[in-house]
């Protein structure tokens, strides 16, 4: 007697976990890594005014910043990916956090120009590491679920935006910049203690062959959301090609990995670093303008001349912060009915209006309201932009594909600043079109992406290996037909010659 044993997927059994405690924990303390990433971001856009009045710097020289925390970034975040891929992205987000910790303390000491950039450059090497965490979330996440609690990360993100410019508004105009960025790594320090909590949190290990650490994993996650597993045994193939170059290069990725990202950044930074430039130096159209706003960006003997952020600049930073999040209930909707791509598609066009109205004249709060709606519009991109990401890369090279695409973006961040505070000082108009012209033809171009993710599984293996494969066993399946089909035309033959 035959008997048939069940077996189930790694798919499968996350399905059939559902949400739970487990996701409620790893939401957390991911986002929790998401609020010191943002703030060591945000922290050059509250800073640059006090670095140019220190050091007596030129536009060009405070955009430097910007640029080689971004170079950091993008040299390190493809090693990152490769890392998280091969030894898990809870090492990997945890060794980022000491090491983002360490050179911002450092960064607070920096005698010169020279020695901030170099120690800016390695805090963007630690923080390309602590952005695996979104990663890490999203592979644990059920696909019906993915929609809804991605697009609430940004809550993250804008805690540690808020943070930073309250820690500017309070601290820098007692205390200085220096003692600003010495607090602002306390959460970082939380975070280290916090991460020595070790659990097996690494997609990875349920395809890489070891079938019981994958069942042991599986089963840690259900007894937190007290759900069981599928009935039967785990049946996920071993995956040898983790880390492979070459599927970040298919046909299916390349796009995705070119396209998407290298926008993403620079119009999000593009927004940040232009708020605050022409909030530092008084380049706004406002009709209602008070005294302290009269007062324009000049040079005194080729050098910049000192206009630190008034408190009413802090007030509109911090509401410009709180767009990341109002309208992420538009983005939940956007996501679950119309899909990843033409969510994409309706959110860049609009961000290219916004920056182009920002050089419209009004008055300071229609300024505030415009740049609460481009940041919430930049924002939600990013954020959808991270969700497609981590969703259409397979298993064996999503932190890779993650990694890649978020160091090819730095590259869109490493250009905005020289945009945003460098020809900002020229022609406002000349210094927003840029976004808006790129947020337009990346509009144009998401009609290219060959996939859309909404509800689809996370894949395993990549989708031309798993057709291969599948041609395969339709071939193996064929002939093995055919010689039945053989046998059984020889053997009614004989039948018949016999009678």
């Known amino acids: 007697i035959k008997t048939s044993r069940s077996t189930y997927t790694v798919e499968e059994a996350v399905e059939a976990v559902g949400f739970g405690r487990f996701h409620i924990m790893l939401f957390v303390i991911m986002g929790s890594a998401t609020i010191v990433e943002a703030m060591e971001i945000m922290l050059l856009a509250v800073a640059s005014p006090e670095i140019r009045c220190e050091w007596h710097l030129e536009d060009w020289q405070v955009a430097l910043v910007s640029t080689m925390v971004f170079l950091g970034f993008m040299l390190c975040g493809v090693l990152s990916g490769y890392l998280s891929d091969t030894y898990g992205r809870w090492k990997v987000v945890f060794g980022g956090f000491v090491w983002s910790t360490y050179f911002s303390l450092l960064t607070s000491f920096a005698p010169s120009y020279g020695w901030f950039i170099f120690l800016r450059s390695m805090v963007g090497c630690g923080v390309a590491a602590v952005s695996q965490s979104f990663v890490l979330k999203t592979e ?44 602002s790594i306390t959460p970082s320090v939380i975070l280290i203690f916090l991460f020595r909590v070790r659990c097996p949190l690494h997609r990875s290990v349920l395809t890489s062959g070891n079938t019981p650490a994958a069942v042991e994993t599986l089963q840690w996650v259900a007894k937190i959301n007290r759900a069981s597993l599928p009935p039967g045994r785990l049946v996920d193939p071993a995956v040898k090609e983790r880390g492979n170059w070459r599927i970040l290069l298919s046909s299916s990725f390349r796009r995705t990995s070119l396209l998407l990202w290298f926008v993403a950044s620079f119009s999000y930074y593009g927004s940040v670093l232009s708020s605050s430039e022409l909030l530092e130096k008084n380049l706004l159209c406002v009709t209602d303008a008070d005294q302290e706003h009269q007062v324009k960006h000049r040079h005194v003997d080729g050098l910049c001349y000192c206009i630190p952020f008034k408190p009413s600049d802090y007030q509109t930073l911090l509401i410009s912060s709180l767009g990341e999040v109002a309208l992420v209930p538009l983005n939940i909707c956007l996501l679950n009915v119309f899909g990843r791509k033409w969510s994409l598609t309706v959110l860049q066009l609009l961000a290219a209006i916004l920056f182009m109205m920002v050089n419209i004249c009004t008055t300071m709060f229609g300024f505030t309201v415009l740049l609460f709606l481009l940041r919430s519009l930049v924002s939600m991109n990013f954020n959808v932009v991270y969700i497609y990401t981590a969703e259409v890369y397979p298993t064996v090279a999503r932190s890779l594909g993650m990694g890649f695409c978020t160091s090819f973006s730095r590259i869109g961040g490493m250009i905005a600043p020289f945009i945003a505070q460098v020809l900002m000082s020229q022609s406002v108009i000349l210094a927003l079109s840029p976004f808006a012209a790129a947020c337009v033809v ?24 798993s057709s291969k494969r599948s041609a395969a066993l339709r071939r193996e399946y064929v002939n093995s037909l055919s010689e039945t089909c053989l046998f059984l035309c020889r053997q009614g033959a004989a039948e018949e010659h016999f009678s």
């Open 140 to 183: 644990f996440i059920p696909a019906k679920y993915r929609a809804y609690l991605l697009p609430l990360a940004t809550i993250f993100w804008m805690t540690g935006s808020m943070l930073i410019i309250l820690l500017g508004m309070l601290v820098v105009p007692t205390l200085g910049w220096r003692w600003m960025i010495r607090i």
């Open 442 to 465: 990346c509009a144009l171009g998401n009609f290219l992406l060959p996939i859309e993710t909404k509800g689809r599984a996370l894949l395993q293996l990549q989708m031309e290996q």
